[in-house]
């Protein structure tokens, strides 16, 4: 029997039993996914590198552009003294209360002025940026008497000045769409320390230490704000308060807060401190006045104290600051108690950082707030003029520039003229209707020009001419009656060898057909009678319609237009009536003013203009208007064109208010009267001043006034309140005077022998 050894059967391996809920393991993959997260990872890279430089090309765009929309400024004449000029010290101290000069004895500070005595008064001038220069600040004595100024002296250094030039007064801005206003301020030049260092106190105390973002800072404010249980301090940098304001909306989610940072540490990489420092203080939202924002620390200088930057003490620096937090929360005109808090907190908080002393900031703190009552800046009361200006403007700018590019526009504009101009047109349209029962619902228009020069020194319009609306001077286009006869006469005048002063001009019946219509135009004189054969210059004084049109149909409707035009009438008449000479066309008060400005300067068409010159915001020449001089007239025929419309002021139409004036006020002008009585003319002029005046109805309802009993009336008595120099004529070599009766007339030497009839021996002529 063979025995078997006992043999360990063969390995094999164990086989594994799984739950039916586990999955087994996969195999490890290598390689494919590996390489996946690296291609993902290298995507998300590019797309945040392409985001971040997409911010970067915006931060750098925007701020090395055009950071800001700036708001055309519109300045007044600077008022220029001289010795002799005709001046009170009440004028001048009016025009200084109205540039914002204050009152203070010791004229420590630019921008103050004070009375010693009735004939002296002191000034501190502020530095002004003219077109032609800059002026510098410095003191000056002025001393008055007779109404006139004695003498200008300079007092350091100790020099008697011929001339002194006031800086001009801003009377009106053109506003961006969005109605942002803010005046530029330059960091090194413009801001006092005082309020960089309130600022930083307050808003970023480590702001130079920063790359834009601190969380140290963010930490500080959450501790304070839990402290104090209010908000006190915010955690945002300057830098990036600055990218919120100028580059962001207002919305708070967690991508803008995100762009907020990574955009303001760009800025920081970029751009130093100071530029930062300074755009934050012309950007920066500091009030609202209507529907005009008020940005910048330069612009809030004058919206809240009515000065410039520069000017303001500590107290005022600090509540400048104190509206950073928020400029509706802390208005000092509506919240007075709430900002002196504020500010109190400011002037401390400068104080526990080593920036004031403590007898600094309790001088400080017992200072008043010295707001003014109202913005200064944003009462502009001449809308009318700011019209013209634009409407001048248009011709070189277009819209877009006027509102955005901070141009700074020198108008011709007389404050004191207009002034005297409102109140002498409010005050006699009341009277007018109270005087005439007709005479209801006035409106009225004037415009002041040099008489020389053509410069707008006043648009007056109607009875509330602070107020914007219809610019009647400028729009509303009337018939100007008898105000047209001029053209008529200047012809006639300038032939000569035909025509003088005392050629017979038959005042009779007369009748014109239209024979497209069959229409008979029969025009009658204002006053009913038939004079017969008049002089020609007093067919002129009394404004005779009969002698006109006969007049003018013998030298022909077409040199009478022709000699219109030449005037400055650039209105296109397609047809040419009879009617035309008695002031059947309609023009506008200041196309009236062009038309008589080429008689009141001689001959010469000076075109009115409101304009001298424009800079750019900071103050480089873009466009000077100079006076342009035009001939279109010899001077002979003008100066007897004067002496009748002197006769017609001293003894035709004018006569009723020739007696108010002194025997020696040589005044020359002509009144207008349109049928039914709905419009009332005068135009009228001295040696420095021209004057053309309106008063009707804006229905164009007859209203009961003629050009001597209405426009005349107001004209007159502006002229009063205005006192020009008198007329001083210029006599032509080719002007004669001859005797004809009790009257010394002039006439052209070489006229026509049957013009000659009247005159005297050559004894008589010089």
Known sequence: ??????????????????????????????????????????????????????????????????????????YARPLELYTGMRLTPKILTSELAALGYRKDSQLDESGEYYQRNRNEVSIKIRAFKFWDAEDPSRRVRVRFAGGRVKSIRELNPNRQLALLRLPPKLIGKI????????????????????????????????????Y?????????????NLKAGHWVQGGSTLTQQLIKNFYLTPDRTLKRK???????????????????????????????????????????????????????????????????????????????????????????????????????????????????????????????????VRHQLHQDYNENDLRSEGLQIFTTLDPVIQKLGERVMIRDLRKLERKYRKARKLQGAMVVTGSENGEVLALINGRRPQYAGFNRPLNAVRSIGSLAKVAVYLTA?????????????????????????????????????????????????????????????????????????????????????????LGGISLSPLEVTQMYQTIASGGFRVPVRAIRDVLTHDGKPLKRYALSVEQRFDAAPVFLLHYALQQAVRKGTGRKVAKTFSS????????????????????????ELLAVTWVGRDDNKPMGLSGGNGALVIWADFIKAARPQSIAPVIPSTVRWRSNGSERIPFIVGQHRSNRALADNSHNLF
């Open 1 to 74: 029997m063979t025995r078997t050894r006992n043999r360990k059967p063969p390995h094999r391996p164990r086989r594994r039993t799984y739950s039916t809920s586990r999955r087994p393991p996969q195999p490890r993959r290598t390689g494919f996914r590996f390489k996946w997260r690296w291609v993902a990872l290298i995507l998300v890279l590019f797309f945040l590198g392409y985001y971040v430089i997409s911010l970067d090309i915006k931060v750098r765009e925007q701020f090395e552009g055009k950071r800001w929309a700036l708001p055309a400024r519109v």
């Open 175 to 210: 506003y961006p769409t969005h109605n942002e206003d803010r005046i530029l301020v330059r960091l090194a030049d413009d801001v006092p320390n005082g309020l960089k260092d309130a600022l930083i106190a307050m808003e970023d105390r480590r702001f130079y230490e920063h």
């Open 212 to 224: 834009g973002v601190s969380f140290r800072g963010l930490i500080r404010a959450f501790v304070a």
């Open 258 to 388: 995100i762009n907020e940072a990574i955009m303001a540490i760009l800025l920081e990489w970029h751009y130093s401190k100071e530029q930062i420092l300074e755009a934050y203080l012309n950007e920066v939202f500091l009030g609202q006045d209507g529907n005009r924002a008020i940005h910048g620390m330069g612009l809030a200088a004058l919206f809240y104290f009515g000065r410039p930057l520069k000017e303001l003490k500590l107290p005022q620096l600090a509540l400048l600051v104190s509206l950073v937090r928020g400029a509706s929360l802390y208005n000092p005109r509506k919240h007075p108690k709430r900002v002196l808090e504020r500010r109190n907190l400011v002037l401390d908080t400068m104080a526990e950082q080593g920036l004031l002393k403590p007898d600094e900031v309790k001088l400080a703190k017992a200072a008043p707030l010295a707001i003014t009552k109202e913005a200064r800046e944003s009462q502009f009361p001449y809308p009318a003029f700011i019209g013209l």
């Open 493 to 581: 005048l300038e032939k000569s060898n035909t025509y003088s002063l005392t050629s017979k001009i038959n005042d009779a019946p007369y009748e014109w057909v239209d024979y497209n219509t069959g229409e008979i135009w029969k025009p009658k004189n204002y006053d009913g009678i038939l004079h017969g054969r008049v002089p020609l210059y007093k067919a002129l004084a009394f404004s005779y319609n009969l002698a006109t049109v006969h007049l003018g149909m013998e030298l022909g409707l077409s040199k009478v237009y022709k000699t219109l035009q030449r005037l400055g009438i650039d209105r296109e008449f397609k047809k040419k009536y009879p009617s035309m000479l």
């Open 664 to 687: 020696n006020m040589i005044l020359a002008g002509k009144t207008g009267t349109t049928n039914k009585l709905r419009d009332s003319w005068f135009a009228g002029f001295s040696s």
